[in-house]
């Protein structure tokens, strides 16, 4: 079946420190999604990705889809003690169903 | 607006008992989806409806689970009988009809089984 793989499992940053977490496919996906989790919460929702090579940014924070929609990342500039959390990725075959990553903890050390 | 309200937000309960968690959607989304958080399984899937109908529950682990959705503003995921394995946050989340939208989670149930 689909599988997605997300590395790293756990990151451990000084503040001020960059933050990559990146998720991968074996098969070609539709669509992607990013959430973040704080320590206690729910997910909440960040970014879509969709086409090709898209590249969107929401502030200090930079989403990646690869050129063979397989694979995405998450790039945090110059981390601060409030971007702590659990960093998901949910990707989708066929737009409608959404497999969710196992996840990059973050933790930010001040 | 109120978002994705799920109830109770926690329970206990010994091994054998029913289980009810309730959910209501944010009002106008049309898919509604039931997720199990546990550490050692992550975030899983277990079904989603789209317009009050299941859709997909190849996620749901056994006979046990079973997930209703009455109406558009109400869904309930049972667990009859309930066991120890069992215990995990439950999340449901909610989002408009159309391919690229996001979910709306709960604030999810803390469900622990003795």
């Known amino acids: 079946g689909q599988q997605v793989m997300q590395i790293p499992q756990y990151q451990h940053v000084q503040e001020g420190e960059d933050f990559t977490t990146y998720c991968n496919s074996s098969?070609?996906?539709?669509?992607i999604q990013w959430y973040k989790q704080r320590p206690g919460g729910h997910p909440v929702f960040l970014i879509q990705l969709v086409k090709s090579g898209e590249v969107k940014k929401q502030k200090r924070l930079t989403f990646q889809f690869g050129e063979a929609k397989k694979n995405s990342s998450l790039h945090i500039t110059a981390t601060q003690t409030t971007d702590v959390g659990t960093y998901f990725c949910a990707v989708s075959y066929n737009f409608n169903k959404f497999y969710f990553g196992s996840g990059t903890k973050l933790n930010v050390k001040p | 607006d109120a978002g994705v309200i799920q109830s109770p937000r926690h329970e206990v309960t010994e091994m054998g008992q029913e289980v009810t968690l309730r959910c209501k959607p944010i009002?106008?989304?049309?898919?509604l989806f039931w997720y199990r958080q546990t550490m050692m399984r992550g975030l899983e899937l277990l079904i989603y409806f789209n317009n009050n109908v299941p859709i997909d529950d190849s996620g749901m682990p056994e006979d046990r689970f079973s997930a209703k959705m009455p109406n558009a503003s109400f869904s309930t995921l049972k667990i009859q009988p309930s066991e120890p394995r069992d215990s995990a946050v439950y999340f449901c989340?909610?989002?408009?009809?159309?391919?690229?939208?996001?979910?709306?989670f709960g604030d999810g149930t803390r469900l622990s089984i003795l």
């Open positions: 009002s106008g989304h049309n898919s």
């Open positions: 989340a909610s989002s408009p009809s159309g391919q690229f939208q996001p979910q709306h």
């Open positions: 098969t070609t996906l539709s669509n």
